[in-house]
């Protein structure tokens, strides 16, 4: 069926044709290649690096190491200020930076790495979280520096003599009291695994600097205003002088949200005065960041009716080591442990813990799988054992719009029960097919911070300016769509400016289900500003008042009649030039303040699915998949439905296969040939996504944003299905054959 024009992304046929333009295309003029030489050792101190026969490579312009780099302040992070450019006394973890050697093209720095000697001197090492937290652990940093509302609101907690970075705790209620009369007291833990984002194009950045003109960035960044703090705060660059240009990105899920290689790039540059490019292969993103893993352990009260009395939450996460974004990471995982019921009495302590692995970071709804595969498998669990219809269970416990999941956190803005009722609707019911059911509320991390800048020309082109990052999601065509509207014009004549840090206004960064409302809002203000000075100007030209004009396709209309923009420019100017720009702001005042409580909306979800098991192999086949997601109002259905079928897909992966593995401090299967990612064929054979349109979003339109939310329910709606079909509950993802066919023996041995 063909879609309409305001449906279609204009991106997808520059991407298929190979014409759209990533980082990796780019090639500045006498522009250096780097690779980078990694740690092979987990923990270590760094006693020597022999570069010399590397540098008398053809082709070789530098090695440089951490000494390169003495004098600048150049650790640097988001919440801890915890990580060097490069390693530079000591290694923290397999796949670390030591040196980087730059020539004059790719082959020739990536032969001369083996001809570098690094001698270590090994230390202990600890790559488990629960081991890390033993007082006889071996420390992975001995000092931390925190960092108060650098890029995110707030400061992490750490416990100084620990590996512990992130302490957070929170309590309601009279959670004793509830544990002590409750009929029930259920008990659990559940472990998610490490998991690498994967994005198709691994992490690249093109960095350039002078004197004069300071760095020019050209970056697969989600956060192009975070890479410039960060540099700033290492050079002492203004930050007037640190442009970030961001073209497509090929999929970033949080891996390249806050910052990667920038700094390292920008050092580069900085240090030889010449343009480099830094790319990594997936082999390397995947030494680069990961999904923190998790042990989530869960005490719930329950009365005997199945009434949800009270929960003890406690999250222990793996953040490798450096912590990144772990500190928030920890703190969602706790909020999203909660699930979208109704308790009373709550306790939630989460932990983010130092190891010697790949740092942990954003990914997908951060904390959010986590936590609900360790929710939504109890809950199985509980209906199962107080005798009660699972989707009953959630029924009797979920919240009303208006109810809240915590005292102090914006009450629900949906209808939970709406959702799971659609999606227990439309999931078939096969005879041999055993069927889950998980739902999900997560508070978005979102900053209502952002501007951006629309400009309307003389021939009626428009050109909206955001920072908002196309990292294939669409939004760039949700943009395009919000400005045509607010004046009125057709989507054809609207172009998103590539993002740019030099000629967009600030905008804290892609991610967290944030751009369709913080950046649609502010496009729309745009809009409005260039709408009403086009209508005082014509109004003004014209000599009518401003009511009797109205803008239509083209240009304006005047009492009836229809006058072109170039035509009213012309008149207006007395030149045939000119063009008319407005700005839109959106801050935390937005709206007489409506923007100032978090979360500015609620991100749920509620998914079901059939499963079929092969008992001989273990083989878990997902037949049947339905999706549900209140996403306010449907801007672009195809991106919607895109979003919501890839998040479910992205969940698939961690709840059946992935999982990054350590043995004795190395990584054992960090190759995309070792590690199993979901492959087309491995999709549902029924694939349903439903979105719910209420119109009650804060976004345009009464949107409401949307992306992670799918994610969520996967992991556990295929477990609740396995343990109603087979009678196996297990609580260590991923569910690979190997560990359903041990569980599926072991049940039938009565072990």
């Avoid at 939450?313 to 793996?318: A, D, G, K, L």
């Avoid at 500190?327 to 306790?347: D, E």
């Avoid at 260039?530 to 009511?547: D, I, N, W």
């Amino acid at each position: 069926m063909t879609q309409p024009a305001a449906q279609i992304r204009r991106d997808s046929a520059e991407k298929v044709t190979g014409e759209a333009r990533f980082v990796t295309d780019i090639a500045l003029p006498g522009m250096l290649h780097a690779r980078l030489l990694r740690s092979t050792m987990p923990h270590a101190r760094i006693t020597g690096i022999d570069a010399a026969a590397a540098l008398d490579m053809p082709g070789v312009v530098a090695v440089l190491t951490g000494a390169d780099f003495a004098g600048l302040k150049h650790e640097w992070g988001l919440f801890l200020r915890d990580r060097p450019l490069i390693a530079i006394d000591r290694v923290r973890y397999v796949g670390e930076p030591v040196a980087v050697v730059v020539a004059e093209d790719e082959y020739s720095a990536e032969e001369a790495l083996d001809a570098i000697v690094v001698d270590y001197d090994p230390l202990p090492h600890v790559t488990d979280a629960e081991a890390a937290l033993a007082p006889d652990a071996p420390l992975v940093h001995e000092t931390m520096e925190t960092l108060k509302d650098f890029y995110f609101k707030g400061e992490a907690k750490p416990l100084p003599g620990t590996n512990i970075f992130q302490n957070y705790r929170y309590e309601c209620g009279d959670v004793d009291a509830a544990f002590a009369a409750a009929d029930h007291v259920f008990e659990d833990a559940y472990d998610f695994p490490m998991v690498f984002h994967y994005a198709m194009e691994p992490h690249c950045v093109v960095a350039e600097y002078s004197v004069r003109e300071g760095f020019t960035l050209h970056s697969c960044a989600q956060s192009p205003s975070a890479v410039q703090k960060v540099l700033h705060a290492i050079f002492g660059t203004p930050l007037s002088k640190i442009r970030v240009i961001v073209p497509y990105v090929g999929g970033g899920f949080g891996g390249k949200a806050s910052v990667k290689l920038d700094p390292l790039a920008a050092g580069i540059a900085w240090k030889l005065q010449r343009s480099v490019r830094l790319c990594l292969s997936v082999a390397e993103s995947m030494l680069t960041c990961r999904r923190l893993n998790a042990r989530v352990h869960l005490r719930s009260a329950v009365a005997k009716d199945g009434t949800l009395l009270a929960k003890a939450v406690r999250v222990v996460m793996n953040g490798g080591a450096y912590a990144d974004t772990g500190p928030a990471v920890a703190i969602k995982a706790a909020n999203r442990a909660i699930g979208p019921y109704r308790i009373p009495n709550l306790r939630l302590e989460a932990q983010a813990v130092y190891t010697n692995t790949v740092p942990g970071a954003a990914f997908r709804s951060i904390g959010g799988p986590q936590a609900v595969w360790a929710t939504e498998s109890q809950m199985d669990a509980i209906a199962e054992a107080l005798e009660l219809d699972p989707l009953e269970l959630r029924r009797r416990n979920l919240l009303r719009r208006g109810e809240t999941v915590r005292p102090d956190l914006r009450p629900i803005d949906v209808e939970m029960a709406e959702a799971l009722g659609e999606v227990s609707k439309a999931l078939p019911h096969r005879p041999g097919e055993a069927r889950g059911f998980a739902v999900a509320a997560s508070d978005p991390g979102i900053m209502p911070i952002g501007s951006a800048m629309v400009r309307l020309g003389i021939d009626g082109s428009i050109t909206v300016m955001a920072n908002s990052v196309e990292i294939g999601q669409g939004v760039r065509a949700v943009l395009a769509k919000l400005a045509a509207e607010a004046l009125n014009q057709p989507i054809a004549a609207v172009d998103v400016a590539e993002t740019d840090t030099l000629t967009a206004p600030f905008d804290w960064g892609t991610g967290a289900s944030r751009s369709t409302v913080i950046m649609g809002c502010a496009v729309q203000e745009a809009a409005a500003d260039v709408g009403r000075k086009l209508l005082a100007m014509a109004a003004t030209t014209y000599e009518v008042p401003e009511s009797e004009c109205r803008l239509v396709e083209g240009g304006v209309l005047v009492r009836n009649q229809h006058h072109t923009f170039r035509d009213l420019f012309h008149r207006y100017f007395g030149i045939d030039s000119g063009d008319v720009s407005g700005i839109g702001s959106i801050t935390p005042q937005y709206r007489n303040g409506a923007f100032l409580q978090a979360p500015l909306f609620w991100e749920t979800a509620a998914a079901g699915c059939s499963i079929s098991v092969d008992e001989d192999t273990g083989e878990i086949l997902v037949k049947d998949y339905v999706s549900a997601a209140d996403v306010g109002r449907v801007i672009n259905r195809l991106a919607a439905e895109g979003q919501d079928e890839g998040a479910a897909m992205q969940g698939l992966g961690h709840s059946l296969f992935e999982e990054l593995l350590y043995e004795d401090g190395q990584p054992v299967n960090a190759s995309m040939i070792d590690y199993h990612v979901p492959l087309i064929d491995e999709s549902p054979a029924h694939f349903e996504t439903i979105l719910i349109e209420n119109g009650d979003g804060p976004g345009p339109g009464g949107a409401r944003g949307m992306g992670e939310g799918a994610i969520l329910p996967v992991a556990p709606a295929i477990a609740n299905a396995l343990a109603a079909g087979h009678g196996v509950r297990i609580k260590h993802l991923p569910l690979t054959p190997e560990k359903v066919w041990r569980s599926l023996r072991a049940a039938k041995a009565g072990l």
